[in-house]
């Protein structure tokens, strides 16, 4: 890893005192976004969930580290030429947080060259109370004060590589590194863990940090694998669509498509929940719910089968094992959000607005005591536990930002007495952090040529990165503009 210097100060937004953050083009060595990205995707990969309940079933006797489940934002530790900083698989940068800053010291201090090492960047508990991810996005936005940077810590919990050397396998011995490196730091340090020999130490140790209100643990065994433990949480919300069973499940339900309610009430979609149904439910609930279709301009579908989209007036109880914001490269998780016209009973697409997805939603019970309002649905349920963007924004008054051209050209070329025009335009759409239904950048080329049977073709590349779109630029202006073609006068 080579980097001199790793950031470039001058394309970071100053936020307070030292601290300054931005986007990946800071970076002298932009790859490094995609050593975060890498790194959460494949941990995310190998992680398995459990529920308290299953940690007897699951674990027998050996050798396992049990570390405290941090609520905080994962963030990779960049350390090279002396200089430390974090960057997220979203591509923000952050450099200057005093914990960052005190980590640097214990790697010079250790004589180490070069490391990248994950870990989560989570705000310090105040007395009695419970740190969350809304804490570190508060302050990581705009800190009021240099105590709130003060606040923050960084806790690592595994390595990447260490003056150009990977991890080796034995994940003793990668802590043991760690807990040495760290030995000392105040706010940067390693995740609070122990090492334990069976299930029922497992399960003691997880019952104590959650009474603490920690959000759960992680387990990581080299001969077992990884395992996040967390307790279920419930949430109730509106049915608004089903799907039909097939073969042994036919005349039943296959699962239900469910939705929140926003604050400025329009109707979210969630997900869907297929089990925990009982046969008679499954029978029962698609012979009611066939009397509560309703007409859509939205289409969901799932495992190519169309919803039947009904009226919003059921309400479930859902529990989930696990709800995530955000996807593994720090991409929002966008969702439909639709309001229901009563009067013409039919659905109508709003925008996609970023949410959560539900990891093993099982379907709990039917909530007859209540109904599909605000009050009873809220999206707060969701929010309370994870951070989601926008959340309170008026879905039908987001106004998305302006695309910027960034390229333009245009040349003509005669032939047979008629003007053939060749057009190349690229923007940055400012969109793509809205979700996946935006790239970041775009090139439309035009062919205009009256002598065709088609006058006119189109032809459209995209990118999320500027370095792609500037070769795709060139590749299309060399195909295109060649000999004859010229760039008409002012």
Known sequence: MTLSPPVIRGKLDVKLGRYAAGTAAA??????????????????????????????????????????????????????????????????????????????ALLKKAGIKSALIPGELHFTKAAGRRPRV???????????????LDQLAF??????????????DKFAETWARLTTLFAGGKRAGVVEAVWLDDAAAIESQLRKWIEQGAEGA?????????FKLKPRHTIDAAVIGFTEGTDDRGGMIHDLLIALIRPDGCLHVVGHVGGGFSNDERRGFLSDLKDSLAESDYVEVNDQVAYHMVRPEWVIEVSVLDLIAESTRGQPINKMALEWDAAASRYRIVRRMPLVAMISPQFVRRREDKAVHAGDIPLRQVTDLVEVPLAGQNARQLELPKSEVIRREVCTKQMKGQTLVRKLLMWKTNKDTAGEDFPAYVIHYTDYSPNRKAPLEREVRVSSSREQIDRLWSELAAEAFTKGWARPRE
């Open 218 to 226: 992680v387990v990581r065994s080299d001969a077992a694998g990884r």
């Open 134 to 148: 809304h804490d570190v996005s508060r302050v990581a936005r705009q800190p009021g004060s240099q105590a709130d």
């Open 27 to 104: 970076l002298a060595d932009p790859l490094l976004v995609g050593r975060a990205q890498d790194y959460r995707r494949h941990a995310a990969s190998r992680m398995i969930p459990l529920e308290p309940g299953d940690v007897r079933k699951r674990f027998g006797a050996g050798e396992y580290h049990v570390s405290l489940k941090v609520d905080g934002e994962f963030s990779l530790l960049v350390y090279a030429a002396g200089e430390a900083f974090l960057v997220n698989p979203g591509g923000t940068v952050r450099v200057g947080i005093p914990a960052v800053d005190e980590a640097a």
């Open 155 to 168: 806790s690592a919990f595994d390595v990447i590589a260490i003056d150009g050397q990977p991890a080796g």
